[in-house]
């Protein structure tokens, strides 16, 4: 059974939630970028930032290493803002 979903959410929310200090987080779409394997994005909607927010999750050995703010993200195909 592959974890990796999942391990990458909790570590994205995790990261989110302290980054932007609110508990009111969605952590929307991460994707695997096909140049960069090793690297997935988050899109993040935090309830005190006005827009989506973007953050890179780095992997090594299959374990989260990394997870870096890439500031204003765009907003996903039909979904709307939660707050």
Known sequence: MNQLPAILQQSALAWATAYYQTDKIVVVIIREEDDEP??????????????????????????????????EGLPPDDLAWPW
Do not use: P
């Open 38 to 71: 090793d690297r997935y994005l988050a899109l993040i909607a935090a309830a005190n930032q006005s827009g989506w927010q973007a953050a890179e999750v780095w992997l090594e050995d299959g374990s989260v290493a990394t997870i870096n703010d890439l500031g």
